[in-house]
Nanobody, 124 residues
Framework: VQLQACGGGLVQPGGSLRLSCAAS???????MGWFRQSPGKEREFVAA????????YYADSVNGRFTISRDNNKNTVYLQMNNLKPEDTAVYYC???????????????????WGQGTLVTVSS
């Protein structure tokens, strides 16, 4: 499975961005997730979606501001980010997990496939 993430960029606080992650190859993943990593920090969970029924899960820090969604026909996952804050600045990674169980979806090591990352900078 190859994951291609895009959509990052520079945005002012309070602004919005939408990230996309297109999957190719053997595309089935039970869950698709977004993680982020800032300099000097560990990679952290942002959001995940269960591919079969679209159930979504969020980190507390982004709940109510970010929305994860999927397009089955395009094998693509999106992360709509609204009301962005400077602390959202990070490299964002999409990831796929064919076998993870619900209790482990917030753990990065549960994911087998990773995109290359796209940088989001929130600054005035």
């Amino acid at each position: 499975v190859q994951l291609q993430a895009c959509g990052g960029g520079l945005v002012q606080p309070g602004g919005s961005l939408r990230l996309s992650c297109a999957a190719s190859g053997r595309t089935f993943s039970r869950y698709m997730g977004w993680f982020r990593q800032s300099p000097g920090k560990e990679r952290e969970f942002v959001a995940a979606i269960k591919w079969s029924d679209g159930r979504t899960y969020y980190a507390d820090s982004v709940n109510g501001r970010f929305t994860i969604s999927r397009d089955n026909n395009k094998n693509t996952v999106y992360l709509q980010m609204n009301n962005l804050k400077p602390e959202d600045t990070a490299v964002y990674y999409c990831a796929g997990a064919p076998r993870v169980i619900l209790s482990a979806i917030r753990v990065s090591s549960s994911y087998d496939y990773w995109g290359q990352g796209t940088l989001v900078t929130v600054s005035s």
